[in-house]
């Protein structure tokens, strides 16, 4: 049987994340190590990709060293052996996000997990399915909730699923400041919700959403709630069930894990109802010319050949978060976004865009330099050795509604040191006196 990586000793010291534990983290993660423009590489674009510690290259590695093979299709040794690895980093990752295994389904990223949900619901829709997939049928009249703050890979999808059913797309709209209007939420959200999509954190904001209020309003009329988690599963606890939610996209290249690996969360008895998104091989039990029967979640899920190496790195990945500690890497985030906050309101001509510094939020800042286009502000730190995030981060809608085109967004994760966040900062205040803005 192979070995399979699951946490037994703690990796990293207990009690809170200091500069010094940050230190002994950023030797696990190579690339950390080089120079960018003749400068030490500071890398605060985490929120677009995180990158990936020595235990995660090396579980993909040698899955591909020792037993790659097809899974769930042999029976010979090294195709057992890469179906038991495969299987248990399901174990792992589900685990992690607090559901059994027959609730995570693999895709390749969330955007994918977001689009297999829409799918499924009109391929009910089309008439496929049989009895039990009548509850995720949709027509005209029924409505779809999103908000105004949403990435657009959790828009973009039920603006489609809208068009091709007749149902109604609806939205919370955010405030000046970027909040929620949840005071208004109960005018938008009604007993004509079938689907309520919304995200845990903000990607632009940096807001943590209040799940349970909203979950309790869709509950209130009988919708399903669909959370976008890709900002929160990396960044602090979530327990899917402890949410109550009824499906959850992340993706693992936000995580420490490569590019290339998803999951999708549901609760069983509904994707076990759901019509698939993708067929073909692997996830049927009898074909005829004529007719398929689907397997149970989540196979049903995963036509074809798997990512197998992916989703191994991926479980490495959640061993490595879970051996540092969910908690502890809230925390330490929370003060380096404190800090990257209370930074930028510092400084002449910045505003920064989401909850105050004193508010609990994700460890990202995004913000706009008077008279400076973001892209041109994005270089200007490339220059120095900095990596931050430029544009609109796919939230066009967003923006529009803060009447900015694009921002700057620096973005935290656990090997992220105070020193990174001073030299951005330090960093930031040059802009406006090198474009000879005053």
Partial sequence: MPVVSTPTTLKHSVGAIDNAEVLRIRNDFPILNREVNGRPLVYLDSGATSQNPLSVIEAEQEYYEQRNAAV???????????????????????????????ELVWTSNATEAINLITYAFSNATAGRGGEEAEPFVLKQGDEIVVTEMEHHANLIPWQELAFRTGATLRYVSVDDDGA???????????????ILAFTHASNVLGTINPVETLVTMAREVGAFVVLDACQSVPHLPVDVKALDVDFAVFSGHK?????????????????????PFLTGGSMITTVTMKHAAY??????????????????????????????????IHAWELELGQRLVTGLEQIDGIRVLGPDAGSERIGL??????SVHAH????????????????????????????????????????NTTDDVEAFLEAVAGVRPFFGVK
């Avoid at 195709?79 to 980093?89: F, G, I, L, P, Q």
């Avoid at 929620?180 to 007993?191: C, F, G, K, M, S």
């Avoid at 999708?264 to 008895?269: D, I, S, V």
């Avoid at 800042?365 to 008077?370: N, P, Q, R, S």
């Fill in 295 to 328: 397997l149970p979640s989540p196979t049903r899920f995963e036509a074809g050949t798997q990512r197998i190496s992916q989703a191994v790195a991926l479980a490495a990945a959640v061993n490595y978060l879970q051996e540092t500690g969910m908690d502890r």
């Fill in 255 to 275: 995580m420490l894990a490569p590019t290339g690996i998803g999951a999708l969360y549901g609760k069983a008895e509904l994707l076990n109802a759901m019509p």
């Fill in 72 to 102: 769930h299709r042999g029976a010979h040794s090294l195709a057992v052996e890469a179906t038991d690895v495969y299987e248990a980093a399901r174990e792992t990752v589900a685990g992690f996000i607090g559901a059994r295994t027959n």
């Fill in 180 to 194: 929620l209007q949840l005071e208004r939420a109960n005018t938008v959200i009604t007993p004509q919700t079938k």
């Fill in 365 to 370: 800042a995004a913000f706009d330099v008077d």
């Fill in 376 to 415: 041109d502000v994005g270089q200007f730190l490339d220059d120095k050795g900095i990596a931050v995030r430029v544009g609109h981060h796919c939230a066009q809608p967003l923006h529009r509604r803060l009447g900015l085109v694009a921002t700057t967004r620096a973005s935290t994760y656990l090997y």
